[in-house]
């Protein structure tokens, strides 16, 4: 517990800049982060590969891009996703345990459900205000923390997003002094 606790503080240290709030026109108009970049770019790779493989290959592909997304998030970004420009789909509190859901573009989504212990350290306690105060259907630039889970789908069904990544949301200026 104690090596978890160690990693949360770590990411959230290295994280972030700050937490600008955009809405519709003004958001799209700037430019991706890199890692948003990638993300996407991981995405539409896949989204083309899986639409292009048989019935037989299909499998394979996404077991591939299981890997390529684990190798990307968990070695390159030690699970630590920066800068995504999201917008909010659902805050849940059920006492102190808080369920967000995010999305961006329709093809990538964010959900994670955080239990904070009633004594919590004031970043932690920030961090819990922070997620109570996200609004939902708003527009906004996060970072989030990743535990290495995640759904890839099928991309021809529209139902659900092409990757859904089980992470929970920090603000970019998390753990900065």
């Given at each position: 517990m104690?090596?978890?606790?160690?990693?949360l503080?770590?990411?959230?240290?290295?994280?972030?800049?700050?937490?600008?709030k955009?809405?519709?026109?003004?958001q799209?108009?700037?430019?991706l982060?890199?890692?948003?970049?990638?993300?996407?770019?991981?995405?539409?790779?896949?989204?083309r590969d899986y639409?292009?493989?048989?019935?037989?290959?299909?499998?394979?592909?996404?077991?591939?891009?299981?890997?390529l997304?684990?190798?990307?998030?968990m070695?390159?970004?030690h699970?630590?996703?920066?800068?995504?420009?999201?917008?909010?789909?659902?805050?849940?509190?059920?006492?102190?345990?808080?369920?967000?859901?995010?999305?961006?573009?329709n093809?990538?989504?964010?959900?994670?459900g955080?239990?904070?212990?009633?004594?919590?350290?004031?970043?932690?306690?920030?961090?819990?205000?922070?997620?109570k105060?996200?609004?939902?259907?708003s527009?906004?630039?996060?970072?989030?923390?990743?535990?290495?889970?995640?759904?890839?789908?099928?991309?021809?069904?529209?139902s659900?997003?092409?990757?859904?990544?089980?992470a929970?949301?920090?603000?970019l200026n998390f753990?900065?002094?």
């Open positions: 104690t090596r978890f606790l160690y990693f503080s770590i990411s959230f240290f290295i994280l972030g800049c700050s937490n600008h955009k809405n519709g026109a003004a799209s108009d700037k430019p982060s890199k890692t948003h970049q990638q993300l996407d770019s991981l995405c539409s790779a896949y989204q639409n292009n493989a048989d019935n037989n290959s299909k499998n394979l592909i996404v077991t591939q891009y299981h890997h997304l684990d190798n990307f998030l070695d390159s970004l699970g630590g996703i920066d800068s995504i420009r999201v917008t909010v789909d659902s805050v849940k509190q059920d006492d102190l345990t808080i369920t967000t859901a995010f999305h961006t573009n093809r990538i989504a964010f959900k994670y955080l239990k904070f212990e009633k004594d919590i350290r004031s970043d932690w306690d920030s961090l819990y205000n922070f997620m105060s996200l609004k939902v259907n527009d906004t630039t996060l970072g989030f923390i990743y535990f290495g889970s995640h759904e890839i789908n099928d991309p021809g069904d529209t659900i997003p092409v990757f859904r990544f089980f929970f949301p920090i603000p753990g900065k002094k």
